[in-house]
């Protein structure tokens, strides 16, 4: 499970990783929600936060496991999803995604590729 406080780490290079790879996806997910779309989370057994767009519901159904979906809806129709996978370099947290959502992740993704080797 991933610990939901940084304080819980002591290793110090885990903790650098966990916090960019915090900093992704809270904002992956308030660019998707600001971008007009609804978003549930899949963690390979349950979905939850159910087609909503309320940020806490949302950060708090994510990173409970190794990997998340990002399941993203339009008018109660899923139309892509953003697959986050953790425990790797931190800033490629983001590991996948259906290329319609390419404009809404641009920012993300940019700010991504500035933390690049900063792990």
Partial sequence: ????????????????????????????????????FTLSVYDGENE???TSTDYKLLHDALMETDEDFVNVWENGKRIGWVRFTYGNDGYDVISDYTVNLEDALKSVNDFADTLDGDV
């Fill in 1 to 36: 499970m991933y610990p939901k406080s940084l304080n819980e780490i002591t290793d110090g290079a885990a903790k650098a990783r966990m916090a960019i790879e915090r900093r992704i996806v809270k904002r992956a997910v308030k660019d998707l929600i600001e971008a007009g």
């Fill in 48 to 50: 939850s936060a159910k």
